[in-house]
């Protein structure tokens, strides 16, 4: 696919929120963590179809290093990142994004 990626609001916030958290701890485990995110989207921009189906209709990458699963769904000709989820803090909290 090769295409758009785009966030949703709440998504961008996790994602923000996580580099702050590691900021405060480490530099370079945030820098670690944004690189590993960059990777992830490159992958599921490559090959969308390729990570495991979640709920509704969306997929989930789960990151290598970090306790992150980055939600996402193919939506008009782009990827929509649903959520950027901590892998152990209430799951499937981010179902009601699915149709909004």
């Given at each position: 696919?090769?295409?758009?990626?785009?966030f949703h609001p709440a998504a961008l916030?996790?994602?923000?929120?996580?580099?702050?958290?590691?900021?405060?701890?480490?530099?370079l485990a945030a820098v670690a963590f944004v690189?590993?995110?960059?990777?992830?989207?490159?992958?599921?921009?490559?090959?969308?179809?390729?990570?495991?189906?979640?709920?509704?209709?969306?997929r989930r990458y789960v990151l290598h290093r970090f306790p992150f699963l980055v939600i996402y769904r193919e939506h008009r000709a782009a990827i929509e990142v649903i959520a950027v989820?901590?892998?152990?803090?209430?799951?499937?909290y981010w179902t009601g994004?699915?149709?909004a």
């Open positions: 696919m090769g295409g758009e990626v785009e916030q996790e994602a923000r929120a996580a580099v702050d958290w590691y900021s405060r701890r480490s530099r690189l590993e995110l960059e990777v992830a989207l490159s992958s599921i921009t490559e090959s969308p179809a390729r990570w495991p189906s979640a709920i509704g209709g969306c989820a901590h892998a152990r803090r209430r799951p499937g994004r699915v149709n």
